[in-house]
């Protein structure tokens, strides 16, 4: 996305806890600010040095501790690329509860400093639930060692739930052991098109009662987010005609016939009801990733232009387009949308993960411009503030929405994040200048 440009002098790379600890002490005793660094994929900006903080990667402590069969349950060091555990589980007969489209290179540690939703959370739940312990640094070098493999554990607060999201504001978080679920014998997915997004909504209501338990993602694309797509990648798309909207499911269960029977009748229900107006079924894993692939693509094609506003955003679900189609017309009709260099804005496209009310609005723009920014701001903000949603549904707050937390926090949450902070991190080294 090319928006932040970090500025560091120094990069060190611990190869140990101990190596983080030492680091650590040393800046707090110097007063050296610092910034953790996972696989530097996230959209916010929290990984970005901003002055001339000590970047700390973790991308050498990317061993796998330990993994149990019986119970499931993994234990990694935060650096571990989140594909390598995955694939390492799948010969395991498992999962990792998270998926997302830069699984090749972020890593966990990242992905649990940031509370990262992804495409699997429908099914699986969030991090606050699947991660069972934490191991971290705090800024004083002391090593926080709860790496706990219970799944109950009711002894007073539970610490580790602040870092998980605290995007290392807080400490370093080194290792993590985490609950990853059985692999489904049978994965499905289909992808269809519909006019209207109150036919997603049916959609989505039908796929809840009908495909019930083998439900694992329900996304969200609109036509402009696949028109983007068909042109940067030049594929043809999987769907005869246009749609306003298209929706990808899939369903991971434990039985193949049964599963592609229950979608099957999921997709002739919603057809012959006028629900939707047509779909395709994947036949087998190269058509399932194809699919997907129609979704997976849109983060990175909306910014063949040049930039791209992003903005990540839990909305209730009836409200969750409107969004989209206001911000469209605000831009329209401000004269700042249109094809050819005059008009900054090539388009306004939004897709997510709809099984979870999480949109990504995406204003696709040929340079950053503060015209546009200006009428994007605060305004999708207090958008979302009035239909009481949240400014960051899964990618953080970083420093992007560094000045816009208010919209989703009362005054009484923001002191006590502030008052938390300032307990753990009394000198202010950790990833400052951020949202806290
Ligand atoms: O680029 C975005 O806005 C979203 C990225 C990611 O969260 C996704 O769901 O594809
Ligand atoms: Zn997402």
């Avoid at 797509?229 to 005609?241: G, I």
């Avoid at 804005?345 to 949109?359: A, P």
């Avoid at 502030?418 to 200048?433: A, H, V």
């Amino acid at each position: 996305m090319r928006k932040y440009k970090g500025c560091s002098k120094l990069v060190v790379k611990p190869g140990s806890t101990q190596d983080v600890s030492k680091v650590l002490r040393y800046c707090n005793e110097n007063s050296l600010a610092v910034v953790p660094q996972g696989g530097n994929s996230g959209l916010v900006g929290g990984s970005v040095p901003v002055y001339d903080e000590i970047v700390i990667s973790m991308s050498r402590m990317n061993r796998i501790r330990s993994f149990d069969g019986t119970s499931g349950i993994m234990v990694v060091d935060a650096g571990c690329i989140l594909e390598v555990a995955d694939k390492f589980l799948a010969e395991k007969n498992h999962i990792f509860p998270l998926d997302l489209g830069a699984k090749g290179s972020c890593q966990i540690g990242g992905n649990v400093a940031t509370n990262a939703g992804g495409l699997r959370l429908l099914r699986y739940g969030s991090l606050h639930g699947n991660v069972l312990g934490i191991e971290a640094v705090l800024p004083d070098g002391t090593v926080m060692d709860d790496l706990s493999t219970l799944r109950k554990n009711n002894t007073g607060y539970d610490i580790k739930q602040l870092f998980i999201g605290g995007e290392g504001t807080i400490g370093i978080i080194t290792g993590v052991s985490i609950l990853c679920p059985q692999r489904s014998k049978a994965r499905n997915v289909a992808l269809f098109g519909l006019e209207s997004f109150e036919k997603a909504q049916q959609a989505f209501r039908v796929a809840k009662s009908q495909l019930a338990e083998i439900l694992s993602a329900f996304e969200l694309m609109d036509e402009q987010g696949q028109s983007m797509v068909e042109f940067v990648n030049q594929r043809t798309r999987p769907l005869d005609s246009r749609y306003p909207f298209y929706c990808l499911i899939e369903t991971s269960g434990s039985n193949p016939e049964h599963d592609s029977e229950k979608l099957e009748a999921f997709l002739e229900h919603v057809m012959s009801e006028d629900i939707v107006s047509d779909g395709v079924l994947a036949q087998d894993e190269t058509q399932m990733q194809s699919l997907w692939s129609w979704r997976e693509g849109i983060s990175e094609c909306v910014g063949h232009w040049g930039g791209v506003y992003k903005y990540d955003l839990s909305i209730p679900l009836p409200e969750l387009y409107n969004l989209v189609e206001d911000t469209r017309e605000r831009l329209t009709s401000a004269g700042l949308v249109g094809d050819g260099d005059t008009f900054p804005v090539v388009g306004v496209v939004g897709f997510g993960h709809m099984g979870d009310s999480n949109l990504h609005l995406n204003v696709a723009t040929r340079r950053y411009d503060k015209e546009v920014e200006q009428l994007l701001e605060p305004f999708v903000y207090e958008w979302i503030a009035g239909r009481n949603g949240s400014v960051s549904a899964e990618h953080g707050l970083g420093l992007a929405k560094k000045a816009y937390v208010g919209y989703s926090r009362s005054d009484t949450m923001i002191r006590l994040m502030q008052q938390i902070k300032t307990l753990y991190d009394p000198n202010g080294i950790m990833n400052p200048y951020k949202y806290i």
